[in-house]
């Protein structure tokens, strides 16, 4: 292969592939690049695409196994994430983007205005197309479980009325190309402030309620897998519902604020205390503090976590009884510690203990703020 540059016609790169030689004229920063020995990679540009995890879906506890597939199958990177409570406006708007979906269409313009429904957000290369495939569309319910809506999914029709649909519930909700995401992606971040958030479904359950905060650790990320969604997957069994979901990096600042409370105890009860406290912020944050400059500390971390609320009667204790003791080694079986802990530190997800510190931690992370909207304006 011989690469022509401009300005270098008579001493062009070559490299030799076998017998063959293919000359290619690049322009000059590609030139330079190959020149300088970089090794360059034919690659896309990154996209984004969104799944739309239906009501009906989020309720019956699927979040965590639809997660667990669009990471796993694609790839591709949980980019960010909100629950939402659509306008029928919004719902019709987004109707209105997907091409080659009728029952999806009519069924989303059919969903009761406020219905809770989580989207999920996914970056990487040919994001819309994997999405597309993994969670399939209305063409694609009638299999064994090859794609996401034919295991959570159902249609029901009749033969002897011509095939009428008696019931339809996708499950998940996917744009079919990169066009339709962007348009949908557009229509969300817009509704994002009004119609999303950390929401509330007091009414869903018969006496008191509360809420409580899980964050998945970043272990559970160490390359795409079904980690995340199974954490997820087995907080479902709680009961409870899920009413909030913001993915984040952690900062070391926020890292040093949270885990505060910890520092006293391991220096009182460990010769190297303080450094254990260190390798826990630097656990979640990506770096110790004693080695960040104050402008460090401020800027979000190098590790991915999912901060997620849930509601319902005793949320705290039974979150905590899903999640299991500190030490994985200590933790009964069925619990998220002994499923996908390794150690006291890297185990799986961390959960508020009380009403008080899930203000606390919330505070700290500041799950309240609207980063959907602002990702979303700037991927696209």
Known sequence: MSVRCPGHQRNPLTLKAGTSSLFVRLGTPLCRALSGGLHLQNSMADQISYAFITPSALRKGRAGGVLARLISRSGLELFTGRIFAPSAK??????????????????????????????????????????????????????????????????????????????????????????????????????????????????????????????????????PSTRPGGVIDLFARTGLALVGFKPFHMSVAQGEEFYGPVLDFLVAKLPDGRAQWESIVAFMAGKRPSECSAEEKSAPGSQPCVALIYQGPDAVAKIRGALGPTNPSQAPHGTIRKEFGTTIMINGAHASDSVENVARETGIIRLAENDFKTKVAAAL
């Not at 999920?120 to 064994?144: P, W």
């Open 90 to 223: 919004t719902l019709g708007d987004l109707a209105a983007t997907l091409s080659g979906q009728d029952r999806t269409a009519a069924y989303l313009k059919a969903l009761p205005a406020g219905a809770h429904s989580l989207v999920l957000v996914l970056k990487g290369e040919d994001a819309a197309a994997k999405v597309a495939s993994i969670v399939g569309n209305d063409a694609s319910m009638g299999g064994r479980g090859e794609t996401i809506r034919d295991t959570y999914g159902d249609l029901i029709e009749s033969p002897e009325e011509g095939g009428k649909t008696v019931y339809f519930e996708p499950g998940v909700i996917a744009p079919s190309n990169a066009a339709e995401a962007a348009a949908g992606l557009k229509l969300l971040a817009a509704a994002s402030d009004a119609e999303g958030g950390v929401l509330d479904a007091a009414a869903t359950f018969s006496g008191s309620t509360e809420k409580t905060l899980v964050l998945i650790k970043p272990d559970n990320f160490a390359f």
